[in-house]
């Protein structure tokens, strides 16, 4: 059976579409009609907003990039007073009863709002903070369908296929052919990242302008002059491969064959926080080398063996 929209939200085709276009043309003009939609929502709702009084919690630590995903996010709008950060020690760690409580996979990050919910994984946490904060600061979301579906693709491909097997770069023990193969597995989805860079470079350079359609302004970003979810959540877990793969694993470049891709990674670095995510990271990284990680886990005996590929 067909959905039926209640009346009282009824829209018809030709609104719906002069809609998408004040978006393309004026995201900023158009948030504001989104967020009138918005309040009259909430005013037929029966829920008390408790920011006033209290602010939302986000679980995590500065070495984390899957945290450093939703901080990104976070500074970028300049958010800092209306979310408070701590780490998950200050309710006894990742495996304490009372942080399992909230987020039963005992992972970072999580975000714990002022009515109790728990939100874990940073890109659910990511898309509520854009959506529910989406009159602070940049949108940080394409107008473009095309570029937001690339963008989209950009964060698919980084949840799906690196951050599952980020570890072989700094955990152990590990099997030494199952590190090898996941390594391997990285490299790959580097080309696979500079590709979507290609393609919504190409978008805009080459998709003529018409009555309905603005062309998009070029630039480093992933869509382009301005940055993105996707930027936020790609650029991170790239601090990592810069700053490990040379380092332990003996990568001349990372960058190498992929210069959208070293564009993109110079321009968050030179951006004010993106520059910020770089240092929080690699003071992490560099706590874990003078902790002796990577003999730890067995990364530099397993780079010893000559029987796998380690350098590429």
Known sequence: MPYAMPSQHAISANAFHAD???????PSAFRGFVHSRKSASLRNARVVSTRASTTPTLYDVPVS???????????????????SIKNPSEIGGLKSEEYLSLNPQGKMPLMVLPDGLAIPESEVISQYVLDEYSDV???????????????????????IY?????????????????RAEDLSQIYKQLD????????AKQLRVNT????????????????????????????????FFERILPRYFGWKDVFSGRPLTQTWFEAMCAD??????????????????????WDTTG??????????????
């Not at 369908?145 to 690339?150: D, H, I, S, V």
């Not at 990364?299 to 590429?312: F, I, L, P, R, S």
């Open 20 to 26: 998408v276009r004040a978006f393309r043309r004026s």
């Open 65 to 83: 990039n899957n945290g450093a995903r939703v901080r990104l996010l976070l500074y970028w709008k300049g958010m800092e007073s209306q979310i």
């Open 137 to 159: 600061g940049p949108l940080l979301i394409p107008s473009d369908a095309k570029q937001r579906a690339l963008a989209t693709l950009a964060t698919r491909i980084h949840d």
């Open 162 to 178: 690196i951050v599952p097997i980020q570890g072989c770069m700094y955990r152990g023990p590990m099997d030494i052919a199952k």
């Open 192 to 199: 696979a990242v500079e590709k979507i860079l290609q393609d």
């Open 208 to 239: 003529p302008s018409s009555e309905d359609y603005d062309p998009i302004p070029d630039g480093p970003f992933i869509c382009g002059q301005e940055p993105c979810f996707a930027d936020a959540g790609l650029f991170p877990t790239w601090v």
């Open 272 to 293: 004010t926080c993106g520059e910020r995510i770089l240092l929080e990271i690699r003071k992490g990284l560099d706590d874990w080398h003078e902790n002796g990680r």
């Open 299 to 312: 990364v530099n005996d397993a780079v010893k063996d000559g029987n796998y590929t380690w350098k590429y």
